[in-house]
């Protein structure tokens, strides 16, 4: 049961990657762009909708929103851009990568961005 879940969850990294590559490719429509660049960095991203420390609803958005999003982001892709990005992402996951530090400081930079933006909005308007 043990080698399921992680043959999932190699599929799952390799799909991530996948529609990383795909939605950056020239053709795709600006809708899917955007919805695959959302869900890849929400799917990257340190900070969950749901925190993790909360049991079981903390893992849900883990195991049902990251595997959804893909799943329709992959759906609005051309079937040959699709292809393609598979065929590239397990190219590169098979050989020796680098760990790209700046994309997450990227998206942890973002993350604290909207929050203080959210404090701000609230204070701002509370008062």
Known sequence: MLQSWKAKAKKLKREVYTLWLAYRMPG????????????V??????????????????????LILIPLGVMLAVRMLP??????????????????HPENWIFG?????????????????????GR
């Open 28 to 39: 795709v429509p600006w809708y899917a762009r955007l919805f695959g660049a959302l869900v």
């Open 41 to 62: 960095a929400y799917a990257f991203s340190p900070i969950d909708l749901i925190p993790d420390f909360i049991p079981v609803l903390g893992y849900l958005d883990d």
């Open 79 to 96: 079937e040959d851009i699709v292809n393609a990005a598979r065929i590239e992402a397990e190219t590169r996951l098979t050989g020796e």
């Open 105 to 125: 400081a990227a998206i942890i930079v973002l993350w604290v961005l909207v929050i203080v933006f959210v404090v701000y909005k609230i204070w701002i308007t």
